[in-house]
């Protein structure tokens, strides 16, 4: 007996590549089947909606089914990435106004798949990513690479710009660089000069790809502001990935998924998903295992201190805290004896967070290359000072340092000199913070708005405003429990740093309470 | 079940701020509220609609106006319909309100903001980057004062709010200077309740991107308004709407509206699998018209047409078009020898569908 065609079903599989979340609605839009990487779904004739996301990025395709189709199959029609540049594309005058300086600044583009020869020992190529994922451009002046472990601003550069090939067909510039830490400057759309860290893995060929953008700033003009924009480097989209040695160019696979990660460290809301770290282990550009592991650490930290979200379902997710552990070790164990300071800090942190391990003292040669990283290594400086020397590029990184999405990124023209920075106790370091929750106590008791009035915060300067500001986030958090190591982690501030600011910031507020 | 609303919107940010003036926001709190005072829709009583706009709307309907004359009083006065909003007023009937609907046991709070917006990139990763709603004591010297951020609303909702709050931003999001502070945050000292039960919040457009309004030429309304708005008073599914289901249908009926821009609006619930339930009842509009078009095919030519709910009509082709009242969804045509061809009919505007 044959069944009639509404009660057929027909076989439709979903491909939306690892970490790709999947959802099926039919014609009304009613949600019919949701999951990750791949589906497969018997479904009745009709026509459906099926939703790609990624990180934040969307794409939706509709299909319609036909009783006695033969199996269907639809996959992602394009890199997800690029949907996300396409709606992030500025549209306002001001920015069409300066994407007019595109020409002048930029090399002739060319679509990447050139059958070019490149000598393996050029082992850095440095472009400039186009709204097409395709397009690479090619740097203007501005950006250089040096040595990532030299101690002041007179350091010899690291790399030979004679070995440069500035190749104006596949957009690249290729350097040949020492294993270990690259320093990369540049000048991003605000003008200033930064610096970051690139660390190269060995037998990699490594792709720093950067992203210009429009930056806005008000510019005062008679009794009015206006909105300019200009063009230049937005280090927050930067994307580091690799390829093996002798490849031209990294897999679609690595740069999508480089991309999402990137995303999803700029906007860890939603945490990690366990399809993405089981996708990125099976891979092997050690950036994607650097962000996916830091990603991973910070969805757990995020869970552990905003009690909103359940850490226990969380790793029931991913299959309990040993199976988190052991894809951790997996993932950047490696990259942690080739000298990566991200690495063992991750290392470090994880084992601390999810085992109570203490943290053993690892002295690195250049500052980390991602923020949360950096972030650690200053809490864990609070017990452990020599962990960030008071010298060389860790003072300017101490200094200088910028938000810049994943990124640790100083500014490299921020003076380097000044007085040393003395050592403190963690225990002087928890008296000096409770002591600024008391005086806003006492402020917030006696029926003022106390620190929350924007009239007097906004008198205060901006060290001190950032400090009660994290102290508002960890008195939340955290509440009399509040540890020095959470405020120097939440300011990214090595403890030396954190004593003088929390010292400027008590001056500061002590004479407002008496008032 | 119980409904309080906060409906904010602002055009007229006033001069020399470099905010353009807005067309539609103040036009898009109108139609949200019409919807949350409707009996079928959100269930508002029109005492418990705090609304605010600036300007004030120029011809409210009936149920709008029935509100606006038994507006409750906001904590620091107004609503002043001569000026627009405060962040500071806004955060604080936020915080106060929340505890409010708690203490008298309102089962749902809404709240809907139409404006200028950006987007906050702090320096930490374990404070969230946010969604912000842009007040109007903004000064382009002092922005944060002037923000109203959305991650700051559901953590203050989930520690104090009510069962179910729902946030609705239509605002752009482009990025906020990283020298700029954060947003206050809301209700800092008020004591943790644990009612809530789930926040959704739905977002006009993805981060640092823009939301648009529509037409292009002569704009009147908010895109992601617009459309959220008819499928919260038509799109149903078995008699109700979910989040899943609103959140598809915003997607696929913006891009009609804004290509050949893209706009991608979210809606997400938190925690994640609470099951918030949008709507329930019969669609408060009749169907929106469905044109279709055979004129281009041989004439007599028969082409079959499925609905959502999968039930059939054969269109015979002929030079005058097809005009039907048709549920939204997904519709399919099915021209001998072709693959199916499938339009999605949003409304609630006229869908053309033109069969060459």
Known sequence: MSSSPSEQRVDLTVRGGPGVRISVTDASYAPVEEGTNSLRLLLRPGSYAVHFSLAGLAETQLVHLRAGDSPRTISRAQSLSSIEKSQASPTTAGAADSLAEWPTKLVQSAPIRRPLKIDRGLNLALGVLGADPGIIAAVSGSVAFVDGTATDSSSKVGIELSSEIESHFDGFKYFAATPGAAGLRFTAGSRRKLEQTVHIFRERRVFVLLRYAPFYEMERSGDHYRRRSRLGVDPTLTLVVSAPPDAQMPSDEVLNLGEALIHALRNPRRGLDPSLLEAVAATDCPYLRLYAATLAVVSLERNLKTPDVSLKDWLAGVGGMPWLMRMLSELVQPLAEQGSADAAIILNEARWHLAGHDRPLHLFAAPPMLDPCWCWLAAQSVSQPSLIPSRGLFLKAAKGREAAGPWLVWNHGRASRGPSLARISPEQLQSMVHQLLDVMKVREDAGSSGANSYDEVGKLSRSTQEILKAAWMLDELEGSNMQAESMAHLLGAPAAMLQDRLGQALKEITPLEMT | ??????????????????????????????????????????????????????????????????????????????????????????????????????????????????????????????????????????????????????????????????????????????????????????????????????????????????????????????????????????????????????????????????????????????????????AQGPPLDPHPELLVDLSARPAGEAILMQRPDLSTQTLVAGPLPHILAEPIGLFSFEIPGQDPIIRPHIGPERTHVVLT
């Open chain 2, 1 to 278: 079940m119980t409904a309080w609303a906060v409906v904010v919107a602002i055009n007229d940010y006033g001069s020399g701020k470099g905010l353009s003036q807005l067309a539609g926001a103040v036009a898009d709190a109108e139609d949200m509220a019409d919807w949350l005072l409707h009996p079928g829709g959100g269930g508002v009583a029109p005492q418990h609609l705090w609304f605010w706009t600036y300007p004030a709307p120029a011809s409210p309907g009936p149920l709008l106006q029935a509100a606006l004359n038994a507006s409750p009083i906001w904590p620091h006065g107004g609503p002043d319909f001569t000026r627009a909003p405060t962040g500071n007023e806004i955060r604080t009937l936020l915080g106060e309100l929340a505890v409010q609907a708690c203490t008298e046991g309102t089962d749902r709070l809404y709240v809907y903001f139409a404006g200028h917006g950006a987007h906050t990139d702090p320096v930490s990763t374990i404070i969230d980057n946010q969604a912000c709603f842009i007040a109007g004591d903004f000064h382009p010297r002092a922005q944060a004062e002037s923000l109203v951020g959305a991650e700051f609303i559901r953590m203050a909702m989930q520690r104090f709010g009510p069962a179910e709050v729902i946030l609705i931003m239509d605002c752009c999001r482009t990025p906020l200077s990283r020298l700029e502070p954060d947003p206050p945050g809301i209700g800092r000292s008020i004591m943790r309740r644990d009612v809530n039960l789930g926040v959704g919040i739905g977002l006009a457009a993805a981060r640092d991107a823009i939301a648009y309004e529509t037409p292009r030429v002569t704009p009147t309304r908010g895109a992601f308004s617009k459309v959220l708005v008819h499928g919260l008073r038509n799109l149903r599914s078995r008699g109700s709407l979910s989040v899943a289901q609103l959140e598809t249908f915003v997607r696929l009926g913006i891009q009609s509206l804004v290509a050949p821009d893209i706009q991608v609006p979210s809606i997400e619930i938190r925690p994640k699998d609470y099951n918030l339930l949008l």
